[in-house]
């Protein structure tokens, strides 16, 4: 099994930036796809952007422009780095991860949630 730890959530105003770190770590075979999913109160976990093992990255038109995620494999980790920041990606913000275990069988881990306020 396996598990991810998230870091750098926090308060800041609009205009801001911010970067978010997940490290994935225990006993599986690879790992595919990483991504960053967030959840607003009252709506839907919503995906914000997504990287392959191989660096092609997809994004939610809401950040396209604005936010980068990128990839450490050597450390099975994911960066989001979040700029110019608005009050609308006020949300708490999940890690995500496509596993292999050693038998081959897909599994997907998820993030405990940090939390990033956009407030003035």
């Known amino acids: 099994q396996g598990q991810l730890v998230e870091s750098g959530g926090g308060l800041v105003q609009p205009g801001s930036s911010l970067r978010l770190s997940c490290a994935a770590s225990?006993?599986?075979?690879?790992?595919?796809?990483m991504a960053w999913y967030r959840q607003a109160p009252g709506k839907e976990r919503e995906l914000v952007a997504q990287?392959?093992?191989?660096?092609?990255?997809n994004y939610a038109d809401s950040v396209k422009g604005r936010f980068t995620i990128s990839r450490d494999i050597s450390k099975n980790t994911v960066f989001l780095q979040m700029n110019s920041l608005k009050s609308e990606d006020t949300a708490v913000y999940y890690c995500?991860?496509?596993?292999?275990?050693?038998?081959?069988?897909?599994?997907?881990?998820w993030g405990q949630g940090t939390q990033v306020t956009v407030s003035s």
């Open positions: 995500n991860a496509d596993v292999r275990r050693w038998s081959g069988v897909p599994y997907i881990l």
């Open positions: 225990g006993s599986f075979r690879s790992i595919n796809a």
């Open positions: 990287v392959t093992n191989i660096g092609a990255a």
